[in-house]
């Protein structure tokens, strides 16, 4: 919960991984056909970095338009994915990497199978692939297939959420703290505790976006000024965040998919419940991408 005044702050081919420990730097001081709605797993999600690379942040207009894209039952295994440089990256259940054509539905394995057995948590930023795997955090070039463990490794097993934004991995712990992480894998703790009940985060036009305890927040990370968005409790019923394209993209437990501005006004997209068997959801070419009952979909 936030407190009136605070201080805010894949590895490809990876056969061998190993654990350290994080650094606890001293803060500086500065619609209707769908599949049908049953209760499903809240839905892993990867929003687009405010850095990432191209394809990921093109401006989205939904209309709730949507249709399958490649074979259906092909996506089942399917635990996380992300949009970047005009691929969608996804990771299954067996821990291997795909690289999908989002015009065709077309997918090629990448690294090894079973290279991120241990995944966790998967952002795209700045066109590299950003895992926690087990206790560490690892960044992945898929163009080139090379990869290496962030920093010295360890400490990333309790992340319960991680953002990019503008070149920096932000994460947060149970404990509420936030960290920031930069592209060389220096750790600094930016906040102890303030940050406590979020379950969700996403980096948007240049602030860190949280649903803590049912409320959306705002951060801006250059100033530390925060501010509450739309009424309290308004979003306790949310289960998935992702950004894209100047807007929050949320889906809540019965299903329905909104557009949250940044204002906190909630567009729903499509029918009400009409996502009810999403697992998966991200953002790509100015479309939403989802899988819903193993196929993988897009929304415009």
Known sequence: MKSPVFVLAVALA?????????????????????????????????????????????????TGKWEMVGKEGDWKATVDMVGMDGFLWSVEADGSLYK????????TQVGEKGSFTKLK??????????????DTLYKSDPATGKWEKSGE???????VAMAGL????????PDGSLWKTDKSG????????DFKGCTDLAGMDGKL??????????????????????????????????????FLWMLDNSGTMYRVDPNGTSTVVGDRGSYGQTTVLTTLNG??????GGSLYKTS
């Not at 056969?15 to 730097?25: D, H, I, L, P």
């Not at 056909?33 to 499903?40: I, K, L, Y």
């Not at 590299?128 to 087990?134: A, D, N, R, S």
Request: glycine share 12%.
């Open 209 to 246: 976006w949280t649903i803590e305890n049912g409320n959306l927040y705002w951060t801006d990370p250059a100033n530390l000024k925060w501010a509450q968005i739309g009424k309290e409790g308004e979003f306790n019923n949310i289960s998935v965040m992702i950004s894209g394209s100047g």
């Open 121 to 134: 948590h998967l952002e795209a930023m700045d066109h590299l692939l950003w895992t926690v795997e087990g």
């Open 287 to 292: 479309k939403l991408w989802t899988v819903e």
């Open 153 to 159: 490794g360890g400490g990333w097993g309790k992340t």
């Open 14 to 62: 990876a056969t061998v991984m190993s654990c350290g420990n994080k650094a606890e730097n001293t803060p500086s001081n500065t619609a209707s056909n769908r599949p049908a709605t049953t209760s499903s797993p809240a839905a892993n999600t990867s929003g687009a970095s405010s850095s990432s690379a191209t394809g990921a942040n093109a401006p989205i207009t939904v």
């Open 166 to 173: 503008n070149g920096i991995l932000y994460s947060i712990e």
């Open 100 to 107: 999908t054509d989002p015009a065709t539905g077309n997918f």
């Open 186 to 193: 220096n750790d600094t703790l930016v906040d102890k505790g």
